[in-house]
């Protein structure tokens, strides 16, 4: 256990409501987190409080086609204007229980501790998936700095040790893992379906996509050098060669 950092201080948490011991800070250390990539399409997310964060967390709920729900007695413009336009449902209120009836998950982004703790208790009664901004002994699940370029996303957390590294990581991992990464996702996507249909065994398809991923010439490179159609060519003759093989055996 480290020394607290602020001993004799009320906890930087705000939520024990006691004097600091940094149990919150050591209990993110020991957690092993289990990374999921959640569905959120037509399921209905709830965001607790209007401001910068609730705001911010609605946008990155919506890029992934949730249905949202604001709950907040004041919005900034911008959530008025999405509801407005249609894209939020928001209820101009303080939150209660029953909001998270029906919904996926909640993130709550208020100013006020009292609601913010409460959301966390009423979402764990319920075995709901609770995100308290900035609040880790507030949180079931943490989000992570993301890399996102087409079907690919790269997550980065440092289970709340340094979000401000996880940050800075994002920015140097997007220049290492660029628009060829996505473009090679795409066109190996397109051959699944043929693989899943003609090649028998899970082994057979293991060894297909890694003979292409991990081949020469490397695919990454012919797209970095603008020869997509040699790449073709490659995925094309492998699937031949493939079948081949079948009808010989
Ligand atoms: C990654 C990112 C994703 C997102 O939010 O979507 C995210 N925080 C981001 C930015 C950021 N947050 C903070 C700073 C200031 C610098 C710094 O403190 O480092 C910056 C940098 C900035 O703003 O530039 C302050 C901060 N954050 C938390 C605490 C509480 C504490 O430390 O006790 C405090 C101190 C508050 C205070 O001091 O009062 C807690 C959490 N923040 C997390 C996520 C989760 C752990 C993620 C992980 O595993 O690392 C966790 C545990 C819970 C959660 O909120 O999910 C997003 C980057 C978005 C991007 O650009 O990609
Ligand atoms: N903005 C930031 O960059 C930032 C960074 C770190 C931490 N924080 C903290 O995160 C919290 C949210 O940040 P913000 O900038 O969005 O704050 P904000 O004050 O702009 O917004 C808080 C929102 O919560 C709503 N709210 C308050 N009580 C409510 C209740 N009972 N039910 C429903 N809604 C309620 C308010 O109407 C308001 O829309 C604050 O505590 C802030 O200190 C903010």
Redesign the pocket.
């Known amino acids: 256990m480290p020394a607290a950092a602020y001993p004799g201080k009320e906890c930087?948490?705000q939520f024990k409501r006691g004097i600091c011991d940094q149990t919150c800070v050591q209990d993110?250390l020991d957690t092993p987190f289990y990374i999921a990539c959640l569905k959120l399409r037509d399921r209905v997310g709830l965001v607790v409080g209007g401001g910068e964060l609730g705001l911010e967390k609605t946008e990155?709920l919506l890029a992934c086609d949730a249905n949202v729900v604001v709950v907040s007695p004041e919005v900034l413009p911008e959530v008025e204007r999405l509801a407005e336009e249609g894209s939020v449902v928001w209820l101009k209120r303080e939150y209660e229980p029953s909001d998270l009836e029906g919904k996926f998950l909640v993130i709550a982004c208020t100013d006020d501790t009292d609601t913010n703790i409460r959301i966390f208790e009423d979402a764990e009664r319920r075995a709901m998936l609770a995100?308290i901004?900035?609040?880790?002994p507030l949180?079931n699940f943490?989000?992570?700095?993301?890399v996102r370029t087409g079907p690919l996303a790269i997550a980065i957390?440092?289970?709340?040790?340094?979000?401000?590294l996880?940050?800075r990581m994002?920015d140097e991992i997007s220049g290492m893992f660029g628009e060829e990464y996505a473009r090679l996702a795409v066109i190996l996507n397109d051959t699944r379906g043929w693989a899943k249909g003609t090649l028998p065994t899970y082994q057979d398809r293991k060894a297909f996509f890694e003979g292409i991923v991990n081949g020469d010439p490397d695919p990454i490179a012919l797209l970095r050098e603008g020869r997509e159609d040699e790449l073709h060519a490659i995925v094309a003759d492998a699937r031949r060669a493939a079948e081949a093989q079948l009808q010989q055996a």
């Not at 901004?133 to 880790?136: L, N, Q």
Request: proline content about 12%.
């Open positions: 930087v948490c993110m990155g995100n901004v900035d609040v880790p949180c943490i989000l992570p700095a993301i957390s440092t289970a709340g040790a340094s979000p401000a996880a940050k994002k």
